[in-house]
């Protein structure tokens, strides 16, 4: 894969993704959204996406593509196979994702990173099967929680504008990351949530991907 570092948000799409971020964040809803989202009587994913084990950064394993479903992402037999068992798409697969480094956040990511991330997103494209580039980033996700975004279509393009280019996405979110009033803003939110959740410990990154899709999900 030929890395593609020309490709750069819009100062336009930093614009329009920072205000609806800022806005989501500003909705007397976000706090009560993420308490509903991590209540562990709701129907919703809450901390179970990253927890539910076993968690293990170096594999792709049953438990990932269980915690990917709870996302609404059906992973099929045939790729479920095909990520699951011995085989060239489960080999390239592993060999991608040991190439993205564990602890690297999103805000601090370079390009030799994001590299590795796209080479990562697009093997497991592979195995999905089809253009699978949303079950690919929430699997993604799932492994690198403080490294990708869960790119779900509802916010990344009805809410922030994008949504075409992985790696623009990738650099919107990066943006919003270090962004200080939005980051200062996603501080308060979950601090004022977790007065009733205890265990509210994912990564900020993942904080904020909840926080856009219950704006959208619970708008209107």
């Not at 992973?75 to 040991?98: C, E, F, S, T, Y």
């Not at 009805?158 to 996405?169: C, E, F, K, N």
């Amino acid at each position: 894969m030929t890395p593609t570092r020309a490709r750069r948000p819009s100062p336009a799409q930093l614009d329009r993704a920072t205000s609806a971020t800022l806005s989501a964040l500003k909705d007397p809803a976000a706090v009560e959204n993420l308490r509903l989202f991590y209540d562990r009587d709701s129907n919703y994913a809450g901390r179970s996406f990253l927890a539910v084990g076993p968690v293990e950064y170096d594999t792709i394993t049953a438990a990932d593509l269980y915690a990917t479903s709870l996302l609404g992402i059906s992973v099929g037999p045939r790729a479920g196979r095909q990520l699951l068992q011995g085989g060239p798409h489960r080999n390239d697969v592993i060999k991608a994702l040991r190439s993205v480094p564990v602890e690297t956040d999103l805000a601090d990511a370079d390009d030799a990173v994001l590299d590795a991330a796209e080479h990562l997103h697009l093997q497991l494209k592979n195995a999905l099967g089809g253009n699978k580039w949303v079950a690919a980033s929430k699997l993604c996700a799932r492994k690198r929680p403080r490294l990708f975004p869960v790119r779900d279509s509802l916010v990344t393009r009805g809410l922030l504008g994008v949504g075409q280019d992985r790696r623009i996405d990738w650099l919107v979110y990066q943006h919003l990351m270090t962004d200080d009033e939005v980051q200062g803003l996603l501080r308060d939110v979950t601090r004022e949530s977790a007065v009733r959740e205890s265990d509210l410990h994912d990564p900020p990154l993942r904080i904020l991907d909840v926080v856009l899709w219950m704006h959208v999900k619970t708008a209107g």
